[in-house]
């Protein structure tokens, strides 16, 4: 059976991605929140959350010198090259979230996830950037 494009982007506007997933994850920081972009924090911080259902497709190496997911990194960077997050501060150091970017995941990603779902990641949220301090 061959997918089409237009059901293939129906799906995409319909099931939660990993994309969105993080997405959801940088929305609940808040407005001008600002979190290292050091990919050792960042993969640490979302491996503490890799029982959670929401984040079943994230898959980790831990024979590195830290826990590492090749999906992880390739979400942060296509969040990065839509829009979705900034690095305005000079050095690069830390990920930016401006109030337009918080608007850009609500409309695209938010609407897929249930109540549940979005207490769930606004709990998941605080933790993770609790661990990024």
Do not use: W
């Not at 826990?67 to 997050?85: D, H, K």
């Not at 990641?121 to 605080?126: E, H």
């Amino acid at each position: 059976m061959e997918v089409s494009r237009e059901n293939m982007k129906q799906r995409l506007q319909e099931e939660i991605t990993p994309l969105d997933v993080v997405a959801g994850v940088i929305y609940f920081f808040g407005k001008d929140a600002s979190f290292p972009t050091d990919y050792k924090s960042l993969h640490k911080a979302f491996f503490s959350e890799k029982d959670n259902a929401l984040f079943k497709e994230f898959k980790f190496k831990e024979t590195g010198p830290y826990p590492y997911s090749e999906l992880l990194e390739s979400v942060f960077s296509r969040i990065a090259i839509s829009g979705l997050l900034g690095c305005k501060n000079p050095d690069y150091r830390s990920y930016t979230v401006t109030s337009g970017q918080i608007r850009k995941i609500k409309s695209s990603s938010l609407g897929k996830f249930s109540k549940p779902q979005l207490l769930q990641l606004k709990c998941i949220s605080q933790r993770i950037k609790s661990n990024l301090k």
